[in-house]
């Protein structure tokens, strides 16, 4: 199978000569949830940038159904969705006009627009919001708007930054039952998240990024398994949060990505 | 010495200094925020507008100087002090330079802000009471010489300077007010109560005018006093001063390349469908998000206010060859102001991530400040058009402000393409 995103031996990192990413290598295929792992300063959203296209490599490429953003553009972004971390809004903006405004960007025909905003509002329940002005919002429903401008174009891979935070139980339960269904529709998801025990069970494969490099990457058993060759006194039952904790304990990590002091 | 001061200056305490001290604080607040904005404003002048503002106030005294020798009969003063004046007893705005981190970290310092705050209104007043003097004082010759029964020059001096003081009075309470709706009610009494009373000070005598006055001014701050209100209004003083940078921002934006901060929003909902005719068009994506934008901006009203006083100016001038001029002066101005629409959605992420052309944007920008200029100046033409000025010359003046039009596009169209090409 041709995988959808190509990470090929990509170095970069925002000044040359400092890399923060050494040699990155991962792919996602379509219909698949990947889950991109890391401490505090691992390299994760400098990934997503790259990928994403605000960063250019200092070594290697990003490919995406073949072909670079520098070949083509447009339609290099027409297949990403980006959800980021923290919500970008226009405050004079309403949640329904937000949504039009990707819609037109992405190319996409009023009437499935129409049905997409019903059913994503009822799921995410903001069908009350829809016209309220983004300024007016709450963290969470802004969280939700911008979920909502990714779900609603439906690109083939959707990159989500941390998509938990803000978000109330019945709003990650919502959001976990989407991504289950846009990947069964044959899209694809790239998820970073600190909340491994979340995303565990829904992600079919994880990368775990550590100071810029891919430490370990695969199932969630085969990560287990890699990470228990470090850290010896967890079982291949635990769950992987457990494990990563267990991993992170025994190489004396702080939540920074570097050595505590006491160490 | 120097390596030795500049560490004293950065060292913990020296920082947290102006924190503990209400009268450091302030200080050091003032100085920061000009210390920020004084190094913009060389842009500003090297742009050329000293320049046009040294000329604009020669050309406006020798003209003013001109027309005081001449003041045709019946001259409308009274109207015309009003229309000036009023806006200058009404307008009060209370910069305080409070930030978001005041909240957590001044909140139990708040009984002790009362130095700072006497600082703040200080502040704010002087500028604004300067503005005042310096009108009524730029139009006493005027007033003096066509006014039927012009009072004295000192006795309005000192009621206006009273009527600035109620004025700033009620801006502070409105400030406290914590319903909006109450607060945006008492704020247009104000604006009221400003009209009503400089009315009554240009066509009352003295003596009905300081009863009606003062029985007004009185009744205005029993009714501002009587709303429920806050002891110390945190969110409603941050709210302003977002708002007040972000003028300042807005302004120096038109001369230096600035990032675009969050705008105040009016709703205007009557307008949404001006925005919404290129909603799901691919090549008006941009159009759509800038539409929505302009017509819930600050701007918008800014350019509007603009044509009301071109409309106002040049329905007094209709019949004279000087509005062509005046025409052609608002024109200009308009356009500098559409130039704040090019810093719009400008430094957006979502521009280089949404799948559009690399120029939609600035494409997009050029459209709208076009529509808008086109729009202005129709409406400023029916002024003209309806004057007793002749044919060829309405026809001349129509032709030259199609031709700032186009010369305005062309303009703008190059600046702005090599922007996006050096971006890229």
Redesign the interface.
């Known amino acids: 199978m041709n995988p959808l995103l190509k990470v090929d031996q990509l170095t970069g990192g925002y000044s040359i000569g400092k890399p923060v990413l050494h040699d990155v290598n991962f792919t996602v295929n379509p219909g698949e949830m990947v889950g991109l792992i890391g401490l505090n300063g691992a390299g994760k959203s400098t990934t997503m940038k790259h990928i994403l296209g605000l960063m250019e490599p200092q070594k290697g490429k990003v490919t995406l159904q073949g072909t670079t953003l520098a070949e083509q553009p447009e339609n290099y972004r027409s297949g990403i969705a980006y959800v980021p971390e923290s919500p970008l809004l226009y405050d004079a903006l309403t949640v329904r006009e937000h949504l039009i405004w990707s819609a037109t960007a992405y190319g996409v025909d009023e009437d499935i627009f129409k049905k997409r905003v019903e059913h994503l509002a009822k799921l995410f329940h903001m069908t009350s919001h829809l016209d309220k002005a983004a300024q007016h919002l709450s963290k969470g429903m802004k969280q939700k708007t911008m979920l909502m401008c990714a779900f609603a174009v439906r690109p083939p891979l959707y990159i989500i930054d941390e998509p938990f935070l803000g978000l109330d139980p019945l709003g990650i339960r919502s959001l976990l039952q989407f991504m289950s269904q846009m990947k069964q529709e044959g899209a694809s998801l790239l998820v970073s998240s600190h909340i491994l025990s979340t995303i565990e069970h829904y992600c079919d494969r994880f990368v775990l990024l550590h100071q810029g490099k891919v430490l370990a990457a695969g199932t969630a058993d085969e990560l287990k398994a890699q990470l228990l060759q470090r850290a010896s006194h967890v079982q291949v039952a635990d769950r992987l949060e457990d494990v990563f904790y267990a991993w992170v304990e025994n190489e004396g990590l702080d939540s920074d990505g570097g050595l505590s002091w006491h160490e | 010495m120097a390596r030795v001061k500049a560490n004293r200056q950065s060292s913990p305490q020296s920082n947290i200094k102006p924190l503990l001290k209400p009268e450091h604080l302030w200080a050091n607040r003032v100085s920061a925020f000009w210390g920020e904005i004084v190094p913009y404003l060389r842009y500003v002048v090297q742009s050329g507008l000293g320049m046009v503002l040294v000329f604009g106030i020669v050309a406006g005294i020798a003209l003013y100087a001109s027309f005081i020798e001449h003041i045709p009969p019946l001259f409308p003063v009274r109207e015309l002090a009003w229309v000036l004046i009023s806006p200058l007893v009404a307008y009060m705005t209370i910069r305080t330079f409070l930030v978001p981190a005041d909240l957590v970290f001044l909140l139990r310092q708040e009984h002790k802000l009362g130095a700072y705050i006497r600082k703040s209104l200080r502040y704010s007043l002087f500028p604004r009471m300067l503005l005042l003097i310096m009108g009524w004082v730029i139009l006493w010759p005027l007033y003096h010489r066509a006014d039927p029964e012009p009072k004295s020059f000192l006795v309005m001096l000192f009621v206006l300077i009273m009527l600035k003081l109620v004025a700033l009075h009620g801006s502070w309470v409105e400030r406290h007010i914590s319903d909006v709706r109450w607060r945006f009610i008492l704020r247009a009494v104000r604006y009221v109560w400003a009209w009503g009373v400089t009315a009554c000070w240009l066509w009352l005598d003295i003596a009905m005018a300081g009863i009606v006055t003062g029985a007004a001014g009185i009744l205005y701050i029993i009714c501002a006093r009587r709303i429920p209100a806050l002891r110390f209004p945190w969110e409603a003083h941050m709210e302003a001063e977002r708002v007040h940078v972000n003028r300042v921002y807005t302004f120096l934006g038109g001369f230096v390349d600035l990032p675009t901060m969050?705008?105040r929003?009016f709703?205007r909902p009557w307008l949404d469908w001006l925005?919404n005719r290129?909603?799901?068009?691919?090549d008006?994506?941009y159009g759509?998000?800038l539409t929505?934008?302009f017509l819930?901006?600050e701007l918008l009203g800014i350019i509007l206010r603009l044509v009301a006083i071109g409309l106002l100016l040049l329905w007094w001038t209709r019949h004279t060859m000087w509005n062509g001029f005046i025409l052609l002066l608002f024109l200009t101005a308009i356009h500098a102001q559409c130039n704040a629409l090019y810093q719009m959605?400008r430094h957006?992420?979502?521009r280089?991530?949404?799948?559009?052309?690399?120029d939609a944007r600035t494409k997009a920008v050029l459209q709208l400040s076009t529509e808008i200029q086109v729009i202005v100046t129709l409406l400023l033409l029916i002024p003209i058009w309806t004057g007793m000025t002749s044919f060829g010359y309405r026809l001349s003046v129509s032709i030259l402000s199609a031709l700032f039009i186009i010369f305005f596009r062309l303009q703008n169209k190059a600046k702005h393409r090599k922007q996006d090409d050096d971006e890229d």
């Open positions: 969050n705008e929003r709703a925005g290129f909603a799901f068009r691919r008006q994506a759509y998000l929505k934008t819930r901006s959605h957006d992420v979502w280089l991530l949404y799948p559009l052309e690399k």
